[in-house]
């Protein structure tokens, strides 16, 4: 009785710190996962700031994060898709595993497919066959997908097998024929290669993501969200610390501050925020909004309010400001 006492009272301890190691383990995964989206928000949006001349922006901005977790989203996608394609392939290779076969009728239906399709691609390009069929073009573009598509089976289902794992498999019977034993060894060679190019796939999956972000969703992407879409606004700004050509190009024409330390609020033109941080926003003219036009900065201490525009003020677009 007193071993059994023992022995249920040692289970709960051994149960937290298993919960405990593997709490940690999520901790570990968890900080280098944000860290990672954190670090490629914030090199999304240099890029983006690099493009626009706005300078170095601030390196603690909750923004980045955003933005990174949303620029990853597609990736994210597009390898889950990659992932439940690869254990689709495993469940195959399973199954042709178990008869004898299988695996013979799966290597000559993907064979005959490529085959096939590259036999009809050629043949709808012929200059005879495009004379005689109107619709040769999209007889062409459904061959080069059958084809693609049957490679690319061939592709995952040759690193799906068990011998490319490093297990023992028979060879396939002789009277197969010279067609599947060199089907076979295009697997086998197909295999070596996604071995190979997986992670390089990753890495230009994730390079493609920051570079199209970049380029076409931060700029309509709303800050709030983490993008970088400019915001027309009307500031009211204390001019002392200002210097004359910042005051004639984002202030309307009018008496010249006299130079007291009075603090004197001005309501600027309508301007277009690109950042707006903690201790300072980042502004352009509409008129030259764009490119490697002049950026001004502003700090939060001094301006004393923002009307931001409205939706149909020319202002918010920053191609309205040239019409």
Known sequence: MGLASASSKARPTGSLKGWGSRLRDVRDIALVGFGGIYAFGYVARAIHAWDNNLGVLPGAELQYFVAGFLLLVPPALVLAAIFGLWRLFRSIAAWEAKGPRRRARIDTALGGLLLTGLVVFYVSNAGWFVRLVPVHESISTIAMVVFASA????????????????????????????????????????????????????????????????????PVLPQALGGAAPRCAELDVDVTGLTRESIAALFEPGTSPDGSTTKRPRRSRQVLI??????????????????????????RSAIDAMRWCGPRTP???????RS
């Not at 089907?183 to 390079?207: A, P």
């Not at 202002?315 to 400001?321: K, Q, S």
């Open 151 to 218: 490679f690319t089976a061939m592709f995952v289902l040759a690193n799906a097998r068990p011998e490319s794992r490093g297990a023992r498999v028979s060879a396939p019977p002789a009277k197969d024929g010279f067609v599947l034993r060199a089907l076979e060894r295009v697997g086998v060679f197909l295999g070596g290669l996604f071995v190979i190019n997986l992670g390089l796939l990753v890495v230009i999956l994730l390079f493609l993501a920051m570079l199209l972000g970049t380029a076409k969703v931060l």
């Open 274 to 299: 690109f950042h707006s941080g903690a201790d300072s926003i980042l502004v352009k003219l509409p008129d030259d909004a764009r490119g490697a036009s002049p950026t001004y900065e502003l700090k």
């Open 315 to 321: 202002g918010r677009d920053p191609a309205a400001g």
